[in-house]
């Protein structure tokens, strides 16, 4: 029996939905909620998976926001799953670019699937796992053009899904290896399921494409035809994607998209024709300036961190080192700026005595290029408990490791 048998039968739902009601009004602790409900005699396998489930969306909020307290989910299906502000642009791209009838090949619990569905188009939702597609099923209920197929993408016949309607795919291999064995990441792209090549070739039978990689594939793996696209959501890096040109009116080339949890987005792209399996290009280094800035992961995993320091007027503060540096950088959405107060040794005497000498009660550490552990050197640091929050970045100056003490500039934008 599936873990999940229990909720999806509509007793099981129902107990569900009205625990999830009263949660929302007057919580309690999990494990006294389940006490409560061994004691009123509810079997064990129910109790095991309604509390399951309460914590699921719980956990769930973060990427899904309010909608999570009506969904279904697996462990490692919350793990990989798209967030919903992320998935509402995968589906946004598949309507304009013509889609009627999605492939969702390897759907997890379905954000994706119905963020798709929510536009309009119907949604073919295909996984190898029972729990994942009773969990999808359930979270595609309310849409009349979804389809649920418990299967095996890798055996699927793409002559007969274009036979069926379908006019586009959307493919999320399995890049870790399941909860139960850990939930280490895989690497190599071949040992995804369904492995990159596999998905890369579908696009010759049905054009319109998209591929959820990791956000650190080797450029090398994209075709030089496609657009890769790197998203990051509230300043965090959640994934990359590749897309067919049927679904790139941008062209082909690499992309960063920065999103935050309202929707609000800036993107940047590669040149018009710039190949996307192309080397990132090389960053000049410059002299520490008055401000030093952090640039978005999403900008650097996509190499555009040369194309931002151009458009600025920035260079690197030292070679394959990715802190932008000026006299005058202005503000901008790609990165956080800090000025810059001090420079001194990367040692915990040197950089105490700069952070007392500035009245500071608390700091922030960041490094790149430095082995150092920000908790330890942390532990070490004297602080005089004055108003100040500063930051220290640690990381080659000048061909030597230093300690950057500098204040974070607010944004304006």
């Not at 369904?194 to 696009?203: D, K, Q, R």
């Not at 050197?377 to 500063?390: F, H, I, M, V, Y």
Request: contains cysteine; aromatic residues 4%.
């Amino acid at each position: 029996m599936s873990a999940l048998t229990p909720i999806l039968s509509s007793p099981g739902w129902e107990l569900l939905e009205s625990l999830q009601a009263k949660q929302a009004t007057n919580p309690i602790p999990l494990p006294e909620l389940g006490s409560a409900l061994r004691a009123a005699g509810l079997d064990a396998d129910l109790v095991v998976a309604v509390l399951t489930q309460l914590a699921l969306r719980q956990a769930a909020r973060s990427k899904f926001g309010p909608f999570a307290s009506h969904m279904v989910f697996t462990r490692d299906g919350l793990e990989q799953a798209t967030r919903l502000v992320v998935a509402a642009r995968h589906a946004q791209r598949f309507r304009d670019c013509g889609a009627t009838r999605v492939a969702d090949l390897g759907c997890g619990i379905g954000s994706d699937a119905m963020a798709i569905a929510g536009l309009g188009m119907n949604v073919l939702a295909v996984d190898i796992d029972p729990d994942t597609a009773g969990a999808v099923a359930a979270n595609l209920r309310a849409f009349e053009g979804a389809e649920v197929r418990l299967g095996d993408v890798t055996d699927l016949d793409m002559d007969e899904l274009a036979a069926e309607g379908v006019d586009a795919i959307f493919a999320d291999p399995a890049r870790r290896t399941g909860a139960s064995r850990g939930s280490a990441r895989i690497t190599d792209p071949e040992q995804w399921s369904p492995p990159l090549s596999l998905a890369l070739g579908w696009a010759s039978t049905i054009d319109r494409v998209g591929i959820k990689v990791a956000p650190g594939i080797a450029y090398e793996h994209i075709p030089s035809s496609w657009h890769a696209q790197w998203v990051s959501v509230g300043g965090d890096l959640v994934e990359a994607s590749l897309w067919s040109p049927a679904l790139s009116p941008e062209g082909r080339g690499r992309s960063c998209l920065l999103l935050d949890e309202a929707g609000a987005a800036h993107s940047l792209s590669t040149p018009e024709g710039y190949a996307p399996n192309a080397p990132a290009p090389r960053v000049e280094v410059a002299p520490l300036g008055a401000i030093i800035a952090e640039p978005d992961s999403a900008v650097i995993r996509s190499g555009l961190l040369g194309r931002l320091a151009d458009e600025v007027g920035a260079g690197i503060v030292s070679e394959k080192i990715a802190y932008l540096t000026g006299d005058d950088l202005p503000d901008s959405p790609f990165y956080d700026r800090f000025e810059v107060l001090a420079v001194t040794n990367l040692r915990a005497k040197a950089i105490s005595a700069e952070l007392r000498a500035r009245d500071a009660g608390s700091v922030e550490i960041k490094k790149r290029g430095a082995d150092i552990s920000p908790d330890d050197l942390r532990k070490s640091l004297k602080l005089g408990g004055g108003d100040e929050q500063l930051t220290i970045i640690a990381t080659r100056v000048d061909g030597r490791h230093r300690a950057i003490i500098c204040r974070r500039l607010a944004k304006n934008l």
